[in-house]
């Protein structure tokens, strides 16, 4: 068991959300004029690394890095925002380690 998500709609803009049990990926959420929010909180202290991935397209997904430097990498309860100036960039959540408790999560526009 991976996750359940779903888009929703807040003033006319649409967030992807939903909770992990175990390891896996959101969906993709396209970047709308480069930029997104992350926001990353538990349920029963649950103990999780996540990562924030992004695409160019093909289904290939990189961690955000600069000069060698991981960013966007939680194991804390965290709310940041992402920005990316080319255009169609797609990121997404990959928990690569959950254990005991849920992760719930929202990216934002």
């Known amino acids: 068991m991976a996750n359940a998500q779903d888009w929703v709609t807040t003033d006319g803009l649409k967030a992807l959300e939903g909770t992990f049990d175990g390891v896996g990926q959101s969906l993709d959420f396209p970047l ?40 966007y990498r939680w194991t804390a309860p965290a709310a940041e925002r992402f920005s990316d100036p080319e255009t169609g960039v797609r990121v997404r959540l990959n928990v690569t380690a959950l254990s005991s408790g849920t992760l719930k999560w929202r990216i934002s526009r």
Do not use: M, S
Request: hydrophobic share 45%.
């Open 32 to 71: 709308i004029d480069g930029w997104a929010n992350v926001t990353l909180w538990t349920a029963n202290n649950a103990v999780f690394d996540a990562q924030l991935e992004k695409t160019f397209g093909g289904g290939v997904y990189h961690p955000i890095k600069i000069a060698g430097t991981q960013l």
